[in-house]
C-alpha cells in the first residue's frame, strides 16, 4: 500500500474539498464551521502521529518520505490545528469569508507538507507558490480593508520578486548539472562547488525561502505584513509557514551545500544581517505585531547559524529550534488575539495591566518572552544552546559571539513588553478578560509544554536528532 | 549556429532589465509587469538549456512557470484591483504602510 | 538565417522590454510586454520547444496579458504622470547594479559551460506528445499540485474582486 505513505497529505486534500463543498452551499454557521475545522485539523495531527514512522519515496523517487519529514508534517498539523484553535472569533476578517480562511489555510497547510517531502526543484517551486498564493489571499481579507489590501499587495509583490529570483537560481543549477532531481544534483554538485556560477545559482534557489523565513534582503515584507495581516493569520505566517521555510532550507542545505567556503560565507553574513537588523528595528516598533515580525527575523538568524554548522548537531538544532518557534510565536500570539479580542491592532503598552486582566496569559506571556529572549529553564534556551553549540563545535566563534549580543539586545525589548503586561497601569479601567475554559487550558497546556521541555528536553532532542541523522 | 551563450546572454539581459524595472518603476502594475519579465527570461533560459542538454525537463518547468504565472496573474490582478477602488492609487509610493 | 532571426527576435525582445520598464502608462507597457512575449515565442521555435512557444502566446500573449488589460481598461487608471522614481541617484545606482548583474552572471555562466554540442536530431523534441508524456509520467505530482494552485487561486481572486466597500468597515 504505496498510498499510505501519502495518507497526510490526501488527509488535508480532502479536509479542503470539504470547505469548498461548504463554501458553495453558501449558508454561514460560525460556530459549527469552526467545529468542523477544529475537528479536522485535530484528526490530522492524529493522521500525521500515525504515519511518523513511515519511510518511503513516492513518484519516481521525486517525493521522499522519511523521519525528518514526518516529524516536520506532524509539527506543520499542529500548527494548523493550533492556529484553527484561536479562529473561534475571527473578529478581524469578515463574516462573510470564513468559509474561505479555512477553505485556504487547508490547502496552505498541504502546500507545506508537500515542501518538505519533495526532492525535485520543481515539486518544490510549485509547492511554495500554493502555499504563498493562499497566504497572499489570506493577508488581503482583513476586515479593515485598507490594511489589508496594502499588506497583500507588498506580500505579493516581495513574495513574486522573490520567486523569480528562486527560478534563476533553479535554472542555473539545471543548466550547470543537467538535472532538477535534488538527489541526482547532491551527487553531482560537490565536484562543482567551487565554481562561482553554482554557489550563486544554489543562494538564488534558496532566496524563495529567505523570503518565507523573512531572512535578511528579502525580510522587508514581514513588518507591515504582521501589521496589516487579521491576528489569527499573522500568527499562521509566523509559525506554519516558518516552521515549512526551516524544514526546505535544512534539507536542501544537508543534501546540498558539500563543504564549500564561498556558502558558509554567504549564509553566515545573512544570518548576522538579519538578527542585527531585526533586533535593532524591533527595539523601535510600538505595535506589538511589528516588533513581534521583526524579533522573527532575528530568530531566522539564529536558525541560520544552526543550518550553516553543516553537521548534524546544527541540522538537530535547527529542527528543535522550530519546534521551539513553533510553541513560543503561538503563545504570544494567543495572548496578542485574546488581548485585542476586538481584531484591531495593539500597542505595546495595550498590553498595560494583563497581570490583574487576567493573571493566566500575563504568565503565558511572560514563559514565552523569556522563551524568546532565550533564558534558562524554557524550550528557547535548550534551542539556542543546540544551535551555539553546533556552531562552536565547527569553529564558528565570532558568529556565536555576535549572537550572543544580539540575545542581549533582544532582552531589552522583550522585557518592555513584560513591563507594559505587569508593571504598567492602564489609562482607562479595563475589565477582566472572559477566557473560555478551553482557551485556559491551551494556555496552561503551552505553558507547561514551553517549560517541560526547557527542563527535559530529552525526547524532543532524541527525536531531533534522529530526523537529522536521517539527512546525512 | 546560435550558440548557447547567444541565449543566455540574452535572457540575462533580460531578466535584469526586468529586475531594474522592479526597483524604479512605482506603478504597481507594471512593476508586477516586469516581474512578469523575470519571468520570461528564466523561461527562455529554461528552454535554451533544455535544447542544448538534450532534455525536456526544462520544458515541462516552463509550462509549470505559465501554470502558475496564470493563478499568479488573477490572485495579483484581484489585489491591485481592490487596492484601486479602495485608494484610487495604484502607485506604491501612496501606500501609507510601507513607510517604517 | 537561424542567426539572423536569432538577432531580429532578440533585439526586439530587448527593444520592448526597454520599452516597458520606462513607460509611464499601464497600457503602453502591457503591449510592449505582449510584444516582448511575441519574440520570445519566436525564440521558442527556434530552439525546438514548439508546445511551449504555442503556449507562449496562448497563455502568456493571450490569456494573462488580455486579463492584464482588461484590469486597465476597467480600472480607468488616471495616475499622476512624470515621476519615474524616487531618485535619480537610487535609479542610477540600481540600474548600474542591474547592468553589473548581466555580466557577472552571464560570464560566470561562461566559465561551467564552455562549448556544449548541439542537441542531436534523434526525436521529435519539444512537441505536445513529447511532453506530455513527461508530464502524466514523471511530473504528475507537480502536475496535481497546480490544479490545486489553480482552485486556491480562483477562489481568492473571486472573493477578492466581489468584497464591497460598503462591508469593509474597520
New interface residues.
Partial sequence: MKWMLFSPEIFY?LA?LCF?LL?MTGRLHRRRDHHIALALAVAGVAVCVASLQLEGS???E??KIDLFSQVFKLLLSVGLALVVGICSELRGI?E??EH?VY??LF?CT??TM?LVS?I????V???L??SS??L??LV??R?????G??????Y??VG??AS?MM??G???L???T???DVKQLAQILPG?MS????V?GLLLALSGFFFKLAVFPFHFWA??VY??AAHQIAAYIATVSKVAAIAVLVRMVAMLGGSSDYFVHVLAVLSVVSMTVGNLAAIAQKDLKRLLAYSTVAHAGYVLIGILSMNPGGYAGAIFYAMAILVMKFTVFLVLVKVAWDG?NLEVDGLAGLHRRSPLLAMALMVALFSLAGLPPTVGFTGKFLIFTAAMERGHFALVLIAMINVVISLYYYLLMLRAAYLLEPQEQCSPLSLSAPIKLLAGALVVVMVAAGIFPRYLMDLARNAAQGLM | MVTLNSY?TLSAVL?SI?AVG?FTQRN?LI??MC?EL??N??NL??IA?SRY?N?L??H??VF??MT?AA??AA??LA??M??FR??ETVN?DE????K? | MQLLMFYILGFGAVLSALLLVTSKKPVNAAMSLIATMFCLAGLYVLLDAHLVAVLQILVYAGAVMVLFLFVIMLLNIQEKEGRLAGSTIALQFVSILGVGMVFV?AA??V???GALPTGGELFPFGTTKAVGSMLF??????FE??S??L???I??AV??AK?R?S??K?
Fill in positions: 486534500l479542503a469548498l463554501s513516492l513518484f519516481s521525486t517525493y469578515q462573510r469569508y474561505e477553505l485556504l490547502p498541504l502546500a508537500l519533495s525535485h526543484w520543481l515539486g517551486y510549485v509547492s507558490e500554493l498564493y493562499s497572499y489571499i488581503a481579507l476586515k479593515d480593508w485598507t490594511q489590501i496594502e499588506a497583500g499587495l507588498k505579493f509583490l513574486v520578486f523569480a527560478l534563476f533553479m535554472v542555473i539545471y543548466g550547470t543537467g538535472t532538477l562543482l565554481h562561482a556560477a553554482v550563486v513588518a507591515d501589521q496589516g484591531t | 543566455l531578466f526586468g522592479v504597481a512593476m508586477y516581474i523575470m519571468l527570461a528564466v533560459t529554461f538549456f542538454l532534455d525537463g526544462g515541462v518547468f509549470m512557470i502558475v493563478a499568479e490572485v495579483g489585489i491591485i481592490a487596492l479602495n485608494k506604491v501606500i501609507n504602510l510601507s517604517g | 552572471i560566470s555562466l566559465k561551467v559551460r509520467t514523471e511530473y504528475l505530482l507537480p499540485i497546480a490545486m494552485l482552485l486556491a487561486a477562489v481568492g472573493i477578492l468584497r466597500i462591508d469593509a474597520p
